[in-house]
């Protein structure tokens, strides 16, 4: 017997609230970050955040445990190539 799974109609309106939401500016980093003409939604704001704690956490756990820099090291890596992958589609012109 097949298993079929389906989304409920509710969880289409929040989805699309969400990425309405990822895709509205962020006028507090525009406003602080931007250069004039450029706006910043609210994705490149988590993502740039994201970025700035990993590295953070990074730094902190760098002299504790070699087991966790690694970890901590790998979770930086992906930030950097979540925000460069944000960057390239933003300048193909790409929605997300």
Known sequence: MRKETTIPAGNKAEI????MWL???????????ADSGESITNRKMLLDVQLLLSLVVLLSFSFVNP??????????????????????????????
């Open 16 to 19: 699309s609230t969400l990425d």
């Open 23 to 33: 895709n509205s500016e962020n006028k507090l980093f525009t406003n602080l970050f």
């Open 67 to 96: 087991f966790m820099t690694l970890v901590c090291l790998g979770w930086f890596a992906s930030s950097v190539m979540l925000v460069r992958q944000h960057e390239e589609m933003d300048k193909k012109g790409g929605s997300k």
